[in-house]
């Protein structure tokens, strides 16, 4: 439940600090970037609470991280690099949390 909170509670914040003006529509964007989680829609079971999201699904990937990393360098796809990348991070320290192991 803490887990769920945090994934819209620190991008409202990362919103809040470093995109002021504008900070609901960031936070929009970033909020956005939860379709990601579509991916365990091709898991079975689709959820499971003891399972490591990072490395098990497929937009969960290391690789894929990496490119969520390129997304932050350009200014147009900056918000969603970030907000997919809180995402990794997030699920991330849940994998650490509940398994012991930062990445499955
Ligand atoms: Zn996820």
Redesign the pocket.
């Known amino acids: 439940m803490i887990h769920m909170m945090l994934h819209f509670l620190v991008p409202a914040l990362v919103a809040r600090l470093f995109y002021a003006n504008v900070w609901q529509r960031a936070c929009l964007v970033m909020l956005a970037t939860m379709v990601?989680?579509l991916d365990h829609l091709v898991a079975t079971p689709i959820y499971d609470a003891t399972r490591c999201?990072i490395g098990f699904?497929p937009l969960?990937q290391p690789w894929f991280i990496l490119i969520y990393c390129l997304l932050c360098i350009h200014k147009k796809t900056r918000l969603i690099g970030i907000g997919l990348l809180i995402?990794?991070l997030l699920?991330s320290i849940d994998c650490q949390v509940t398994n012991g192991i930062w990445v499955q």
């Open positions: 990601v989680d999201s699904h969960h995402h990794m699920d």
